[in-house]
């Protein structure tokens, strides 16, 4: 499960990380983005709970609300009752067009995640110095209004100390990798590789806290190797 994910947008790593995959096109978009920001799934049925700047086009980027099953009410959301902030089983059909021809990309600089431990839970922050990309499906409504879900797959072993049930979608930061993500190809072997057998392509420093946004260390942090690619 991925239920947080800090932007913090004063670092060069989100404008630097952007450059190099390819994306010049909108980093105007993020260089007005100011402070940290922290986003959370639309528990409560909060359509008003958005992740800013959600890439879905080489030249396109929209806010949209972090649960997919929404529909259009008015000029708003609503938000429906189905757990959808993640896109896990991705052979249900209710995922497939969307991970067919709707996919898209969250920057991140942290996500939080979180493992059952006896009767209570453990937080881990995970920071990453050069930022991360990480996979994501979206939904275009009538209304101009969005929604996203970030992508999970299968446990990674190393990653499953922090959470054993799935892992973010991780994407390359190679430029003809997101070119093609970010293309309406329905079938790519590349695409395909990346979904089947995640990876970790950034070193992260993973701190045990006692919330995600104050980020109140409880021991001292370790450190997540990227995987070898």
């Known amino acids: ?16 990380l952007l450059d190099e995959v390819g ?14 920001l922290n986003f959370y799934p639309a528990f409560g049925q909060n359509p008003t709970r958005r992740i800013a700047n959600v890439i879905i086009s080489p030249e396109k980027t929209v806010d949209a609300t ?28 209710y995922w497939q067009k969307a991970v067919q021809g ?22 881990y922050l995970m920071e990453a110095d ?24 299968p446990p990674h072993e190393r990653f499953s100390d922090y959470h054993d049930k799935s892992i973010p979608c991780f994407l390359p930061h190679d430029a003809d990798f997101v070119s093609a993500w ?10 395909d590789e990346v979904l089947a057998k995640p990876k970790i392509y950034q070193d992260l420093k993973v701190t045990n806290v006692k919330t995600f946004k104050n980020a109140d260390a409880k021991g001292m942090p370790e450190y997540l190797d990227a995987d070898v690619i």
């Open 23 to 36: 994306l010049q096109e909108v980093i105007p978009n993020f260089r007005v983005e100011q402070g940290e």
């Open 66 to 93: 972090w649960w997919f099953d929404c529909k259009a009410v008015g000029n708003t959301l609503e938000v429906g009752k189905r757990t959808t902030f993640n896109a896990r089983n991705l052979d249900s059909p």
């Open 130 to 153: 050069k930022g991360l990309l990480i996979g994501a499906v979206y939904r275009p409504f009538a209304n101009g209004l969005y929604s996203t879900a970030v992508i999970t797959r």
């Open 102 to 123: 709707y996919r898209a990309i969250i920057v991140a600089t942290a996500v939080g995640e979180s493992q059952q431990m006896g009767k209570g839970s453990q937080h």
């Open 182 to 191: 970010l293309s309406d190809t329905k079938v790519d072997p590349v695409i």
């Open 1 to 16: 499960m991925c239920g947080f994910i800090k932007r913090v947008t004063d670092s060069p790593a989100v404008i630097n």
